[in-house]
């Protein structure tokens, strides 16, 4: 008999944790947005700024930039110390200078097999991967409604950068001149469909 009715209890409990996570409830619906930007990371076009150096961007398979003038005075110090983080990342692969008139040099850098995996996009417009975005706050949502056969809920978050170390350095590295700001909060909206798994954001459906 006690063994019976520790079987059930045990049921009962599995049963409850299941229901749990089909409640419309800040916990669950935050755990659907993170598990879906997670698997979406923040990628954005950026290039190497600073000084009025337009001379490519990342991504590009090479990209040269000049360090020294025709006096041999170092120029472009700011885009040069982002490409650095860069290379220390492995992203890129610093090649010999290239000489040019008087006592100009060019820096050269190509990108490496490696660093191909920290971009999307395409290749004229590629975008480099530098983190991703969880939620700090769940804002508010709808009450879950039946559309289309599905039961929806619109949701509205507060969220924060979470990037990686090295992409920390590199906006570090472009100073004010970045798209976005290392403490940058995101106010964002989605919609999220019930699931037998829980929530999942609806563009999992696709």
């Known amino acids: 008999m006690i063994k019976r009715l520790f079987l059930l209890s045990c049921t009962a409990l599995l049963l409850a944790a299941c229901s749990d996570n089909q409640q419309a409830s800040d916990a669950n619906l935050k755990s659907a947005i993170d598990a879906y930007n997670q698997a979406h990371p923040l990628c954005l076009p950026m290039s190497p700024m600073g000084e009025g150096f ?4 990342f991504g590009d398979p090479s990209i040269r ?10 120029i472009n110090k700011q885009a040069l110390k982002q490409m650095e983080v860069l290379e220390k990342e492995g992203v890129y692969d610093r090649q010999k200078d290239e000489a040019g008139s008087a006592k100009a ?3 050269v850098f190509t990108l490496s097999d ?7 996009g395409s290749a004229t ?10 939620v700090k706050k769940i804002q ?6 039946a559309h289309n056969g ?3 809920s619109r949701v509205a978050y507060e969220g924060e950068y979470e990037l990686h170390k090295w992409a920390k350095k590199l906006l ?5 001149e970045t798209p976005i700001s290392l403490n940058q909060t995101v106010s964002a909206q989605t919609t999220l469909v019930q699931t037998n798994k829980g929530w999942l954001d609806i563009r999992e459906l696709d």
């Open 140 to 145: 508010w949502f709808s009450q879950p409604t």
């Open 172 to 176: 570090k590295a472009a100073d004010s």
């Open 114 to 120: 490696k660093g191909k995996g920290y971009f999307t």
């Open 150 to 152: 599905l039961t929806v």
């Open 105 to 107: 040099r060019v820096a």
């Open 125 to 134: 417009n590629p975008q480099l991967c530098i983190g991703t975005t969880r």
């Open 54 to 57: 337009r001379g490519g961007v």
């Open 65 to 74: 930039i000049v360090r020294a003038d025709l006096n041999g005075k170092s």
